[in-house]
């Protein structure tokens, strides 16, 4: 079992930034896969990145990269530093950890809440 638990949202202007963290419970973190997905109010969940275990990173191609997954396994993170926010960036965003082997995502965090005004 894996608990994640993520920090760092909160409310930021257009153009501002904010970094994301994710920490996890654990010794496996390591050979987990991680991702970030946000949701925003009526649409539904979507991919923001994922990072492998071996630092491979993939974003969902809408960010232009803005947005960079990172992970420090002595840490037990997952980071997501978003710059050049914008209003349609607002979401709640929530890490999830994927075993070695499983067909999807297995374990959630609770998500945090990001909010851009413009």
């Known amino acids: 079992q894996v608990q994640l638990v993520e920090s760092g949202g909160g409310l930021v202007q257009a153009g501002g930034s904010l970094r994301l963290s994710c920490a996890a419970s654990g010794r496996t973190f390591s050979t987990y896969r991680m991702g970030w997905y946000r949701q925003a109010p009526g649409k539904q969940r979507e991919l923001v990145a994922h990072?492998?275990?071996?630092?491979?990173?993939y974003y969902t191609d809408s960010l232009q990269g803005r947005f960079t997954i990172s992970r420090d396994n002595a840490k037990n993170t997952v980071y997501l530093q978003m710059n050049s926010l914008k209003p349609e960036d607002t979401a709640v965003y929530s890490c999830?950890?994927?075993?070695?082997?499983?067909?999807?995502?297995?374990?959630w965090g609770q998500g945090t809440q990001v909010t851009v005004s413009s």
């Open positions: 990072i492998t275990t071996g630092g491979n990173t």
């Open positions: 999830a950890a994927k075993r070695p082997g499983a067909i999807g995502y297995e374990y």
